[in-house]
């Protein structure tokens, strides 16, 4: 395999149509569907916690981190997390999942959640969310709603519904 020069770099607001694209080309139509994404109609995604990775000039990844309520306690929804089908098993998502989760425990954030595959994301710390504990606005396979604590005791005291949380 061939060694990326890859750059890993915060989202700019140029980016956006080239991010919308990729998201159009890995998840399709039926993305706006899911419950995450309804999550994230409600607020804008958090521009100092969003990452773009970068292949020469071309943009082949990207992280988003969103602000939302669960329940009282303030949050982040991750994702989507997308990489170019092309650049995919070369370690372009972790390297953004790492730049992102670093950035929001910089920031003194507590608490990530998403809803994702628990064998993937749990080698970055994530774990199930106890069932019940936390409701989203939609149906949700339980098994693959994760939070990762950035304080320990954060996720204890999130109980409720998960909803936007413009900033």
Same mark, same amino acid.
């Given at each position: 395999? @061939?060694?990326l020069s890859l750059i890993i770099r915060p989202e700019l607001p140029v980016d956006s149509d080239a991010i919308e694209r990729l998201h159009e080309r890995t998840f399709g139509p039926g993305r706006f569907a899911r419950t995450a994404s309804r999550l994230r109609e409600g !607020?804008? $995604?958090d521009m100092t916690l969003?990452?773009? !990775? /970068? =292949?020469?000039?071309? #943009?082949?990844? *990207?992280?988003?981190? @969103? +602000?939302?309520?669960a329940g009282t306690k303030p949050a982040f929804m991750l994702g +989507?997390? @997308? =990489?170019? +089908? !092309?650049?995919?098993n070369r370690g372009i998502g972790g390297a953004l999942m790492r730049r992102s989760i670093d950035a929001?425990?910089?920031?003194? $954030? *507590? /608490?990530?959640?998403?809803?994702g595959d628990e064998p993937y994301y749990k080698r970055f710390g994530f774990k199930r969310i +106890?069932? $019940?504990q936390l409701t989203l606005p939609g149906p949700v396979n339980l098994d693959?709603? #994760? !939070? /990762?604590?950035l304080v320990e005791g954060a /996720?204890?005291?999130a109980r409720g519904p998960v909803t936007p949380r413009p900033e």
């Amino acid at each position: 395999m @061939t060694e990326l020069s890859l750059i890993i770099r915060p989202e700019l607001p140029v980016d956006s149509d080239a991010i919308e694209r990729l998201h159009e080309r890995t998840f399709g139509p039926g993305r706006f569907a899911r419950t995450a994404s309804r999550l994230r109609e409600g !607020a804008s $995604h958090d521009m100092t916690l969003s990452f773009t !990775a /970068l =292949v020469g000039t071309l #943009l082949v990844g *990207s992280i988003r981190l @969103t +602000p939302i309520t669960a329940g009282t306690k303030p949050a982040f929804m991750l994702g +989507p997390l @997308t =990489v170019e +089908p !092309a650049f995919e098993n070369r370690g372009i998502g972790g390297a953004l999942m790492r730049r992102s989760i670093d950035a929001a425990r910089e920031k003194g $954030h *507590s /608490l990530i959640l998403l809803v994702g595959d628990e064998p993937y994301y749990k080698r970055f710390g994530f774990k199930r969310i +106890p069932y $019940h504990q936390l409701t989203l606005p939609g149906p949700v396979n339980l098994d693959r709603f #994760l !939070a /990762l604590e950035l304080v320990e005791g954060a /996720l204890a005291e999130a109980r409720g519904p998960v909803t936007p949380r413009p900033e």
